[in-house]
């Protein structure tokens, strides 16, 4: 992350310092650090009703963090950046998504805040969230389903009401933090789930809006666990596609019923561990490394090992992926209201046949069962319509956010332009002219004139071999 020089002078250092508040002076702020920013940001607070049906009640206070403008002259209209999961906190993406906004930072503020339920805005963190468990112990579905449950009960019998932390609530939270900062029309940068709750901003509050980034649709109409049996499907069969046939019989033992107890090194703690894959603990391991090209590129490797009965490969890819924290309180809270009751008996069916068939269904209603939720507005449901100019972003090898998803939106936006990496996995706005592409989006105000082309012509990773004897 290249570093700004403020060493001109001392008055010069001071100067800028005054003009990175921009706008954000409508709350009393401090000076603070988020985790991998080079500079100092300044964090507010904000208290919000925990119910906004019943604003006398329960009260959170909602982190508020600002990376002001580097420039002298800061316009008014920040980027307002929306974190993935459900249950990533904001702050605490800030340093991977910063260098993004690079040519944007003179001249604009960034803001990052927490939702309800993540990072400093009254954190739904079990106790394991931040802790990496022992092969055996993370493999243990019975004792991770436990956890789950338990966690859910301390966090009711602490008074919270995990009801009210669907994404429609939340979005009226970060419309109350635009106002206390003092923010006329922002834009909105979404990333994976943050492209859903910045649909949903835009759809409830469209004055507020100047203009969209969405990176990795995951809209609402779609229930989440129906749509990753298909999507998981999709990019195997992309990976199937450039090899030979041998590797879709090492796919087909891989996935038999009778795969049972495999002997693996630990990657983490080390020593050897013996483990009994079930069929979505295998379906897990094939689908973590297709988020990220360089990780699928040596999936068929690891696939043909598995298949040979050697699990370490695979299991070591799940281990190489790399995410933020997540809050799981807060992603269950958005999963069980807003996707799980949206699951028909069409959608098992329609699932039964896919590598995954009821896997991701099954583990969520599970979860779901007996966590507290309350009725989403049907308005939350419907196709987008707001007018704001409208970036979409999508990655051809995308197991999660694929580009069917952003089509369908698309077709709705007035001022949409769709542009496909089609050699990508999840989350593009970092890759080749993707920068330069919502850098312009944001300069402009509109979406004419942009080019994605250069994402086209992206090449996928080569296939990695180990060295044969």
Same mark, same amino acid.
């Not at 468990?133 to 995990?162: I, M, Q, S, Y």
């Not at 469209?206 to 109409?221: F, H, K």
């Not at 979505?280 to 360089?294: D, S």
């Not at 069980?336 to 008996?345: F, K, L, N, Q, T």
């Given at each position: 992350?290249?570093?700004?020089?403020?060493? #001109?002078?001392?008055?010069?250092?001071?100067?800028?310092?005054?003009?990175?508040?921009?706008?954000?002076?409508?709350?009393?702020?401090?000076?603070?650090?988020?985790?991998?920013?080079?500079?100092?940001?300044?964090?507010?607070?904000?208290?919000?009703?925990?119910?906004p049906?019943?604003?006398?009640?329960?009260?959170? =206070?909602?982190?508020?963090?600002?990376?002001?403008?580097?420039?002298?002259?800061?316009?008014?209209?920040? /980027?307002?950046?929306?974190?993935?999961?459900?249950?990533?906190? #904001?702050?605490?993406?800030?340093?991977?998504?910063?260098?993004?906004? #690079?040519?944007?930072? *003179?001249?604009?503020?960034?803001?990052?805040?927490?939702?309800?339920?993540?990072?400093?805005?009254?954190?739904?963190?079990?106790?394991?969230?931040?802790?990496?468990?022992?092969?055996?112990?993370?493999?243990?579905?019975?004792?991770?389903?436990?956890?789950?449950?338990?966690?859910?009960?301390? %966090?009711?019998?602490?008074?919270?009401?995990?009801?009210?932390?669907?994404?429609?609530?939340?979005?009226?939270?970060?419309?109350?933090?635009?106002?206390?900062?003092?923010?006329?029309?922002?834009?909105?940068?979404?990333?994976?789930?943050g492209?859903?709750?910045?649909?949903?901003?835009?759809?409830?509050?469209?004055?507020?809006?100047?203009?969209?980034?969405?990176?990795?649709?995951?809209?609402?109409?779609?229930?989440?666990?129906?749509?990753?049996?298909?999507?998981?499907?999709?990019v195997?069969?992309?990976?199937?596609?450039?090899?030979?046939?041998?590797?879709?019989?090492?796919?087909?033992?891989?996935?038999?019923?009778?795969?049972?107890?495999?002997?693996?090194?630990?990657?983490?703690?080390?020593?050897?561990?013996?483990?009994?894959?079930?069929?979505?603990?295998?379906?897990?391991?094939?689908?973590?490394?297709?988020?990220? *090209?360089?990780?699928s590129?040596?999936?068929?490797?690891? /696939?043909?090992?598995?298949?040979?009965?050697?699990?370490?490969?695979?299991?070591?890819?799940?281990?190489?992926?790399?995410g933020?924290?997540?809050?799981?309180?807060?992603?269950?809270?958005?999963?069980?209201?807003?996707?799980?009751? =949206?699951?028909?008996?069409?959608?098992?069916?329609?699932?039964?046949?896919?590598?995954?068939?009821?896997t991701?269904?099954?583990?969520y209603?599970?979860?779901?069962?007996?966590?507290?939720?309350?009725?989403? @507005?049907?308005?939350? %449901?419907?196709?987008?319509?707001?007018?704001?100019?409208?970036?979409?972003?999508?990655?051809? =090898?995308? @197991?999660?956010?694929?580009?069917?998803?952003?089509?369908?939106?698309?077709?709705?936006?007035?001022?949409?332009?769709?542009v496909?990496?089609?050699?990508l996995?999840?989350?593009?706005?970092?890759?080749?002219?993707?920068p330069?592409?919502?850098?312009?989006l944001?300069?402009?105000?509109?979406?004419?004139?942009?080019?994605?082309?250069?994402?086209?012509?992206?090449?996928?990773?080569?296939?990695?071999?180990?060295?044969?004897?």
């Amino acid at each position: 992350m290249r570093r700004r020089s403020l060493l #001109a002078a001392p008055s010069l250092a001071v100067l800028l310092c005054a003009c990175a508040r921009g706008k954000a002076e409508g709350l009393p702020s401090t000076p603070c650090v988020l985790p991998g920013v080079p500079r100092e940001a300044r964090c507010s607070w904000l208290e919000v009703p925990e119910n906004p049906d019943a604003p006398a009640g329960r009260t959170l =206070r909602l982190h508020l963090a600002v990376v002001g403008a580097t420039g002298i002259r800061p316009l008014p209209d920040p /980027i307002f950046v929306l974190a993935g999961g459900p249950g990533q906190a #904001a702050s605490e993406i800030a340093g991977s998504v910063l260098p993004l906004f #690079a040519s944007l930072e *003179p001249r604009r503020d960034l803001v990052f805040v927490d939702q309800r339920g993540t990072g400093r805005s009254a954190p739904l963190a079990c106790p394991d969230d931040l802790h990496r468990r022992p092969l055996a112990e993370a493999f243990d579905d019975e004792a991770n389903a436990a956890r789950l449950t338990a966690c859910r009960d301390a %966090f009711t019998d602490a008074g919270v009401d995990l009801a009210q932390y669907a994404t429609w609530i939340a979005m009226r939270d970060l419309e109350a933090a635009r106002l206390a900062l003092g923010y006329g029309p922002v834009n909105l940068w979404g990333g994976s789930y943050g492209t859903r709750a910045a649909l949903e901003f835009a759809r409830q509050f469209p004055n507020s809006v100047r203009t969209v980034v969405l990176d990795g649709v995951a809209p609402a109409q779609q229930p989440l666990p129906v749509a990753l049996a298909f999507d998981t499907d999709s990019v195997l069969d992309q990976v199937l596609a450039q090899t030979d046939g041998g590797l879709a019989e090492a796919l087909d033992v891989i996935l038999a019923p009778d795969a049972g107890v495999a002997t693996v090194t630990d990657p983490f703690f080390g020593g050897e561990v013996r483990l009994r894959l079930e069929r979505k603990q295998r379906i897990g391991l094939l689908r973590g490394p297709l988020y990220a *090209p360089m990780l699928s590129a040596a999936l068929p490797e690891a /696939i043909s090992r598995a298949g040979a009965g050697d699990w370490s490969a695979l299991v070591g890819l799940q281990a190489g992926l790399r995410g933020g924290r997540l809050y799981a309180g807060m992603h269950f809270s958005v999963l069980c209201a807003e996707d799980v009751p =949206r699951i028909s008996d069409d959608d098992r069916r329609a699932v039964a046949s896919t590598r995954a068939g009821t896997t991701f269904i099954d583990e969520y209603e599970r979860a779901c069962r007996g966590w507290p939720t309350r009725p989403v @507005p049907q308005a939350f %449901f419907a196709p987008p319509t707001f007018s704001a100019p409208t970036l979409l972003l999508s990655g051809g =090898r995308d @197991p999660a956010t694929p580009p069917r998803n952003a089509e369908a939106v698309a077709r709705t936006l007035p001022g949409a332009l769709h542009v496909v990496a089609p050699r990508l996995g999840h989350g593009v706005s970092s890759a080749a002219c993707a920068p330069r592409l919502v850098r312009d989006l944001v300069t402009r105000g509109a979406v004419a004139g942009l080019d994605g082309g250069c994402l086209g012509d992206l090449p996928a990773p080569t296939f990695f071999e180990a060295p044969r004897p």
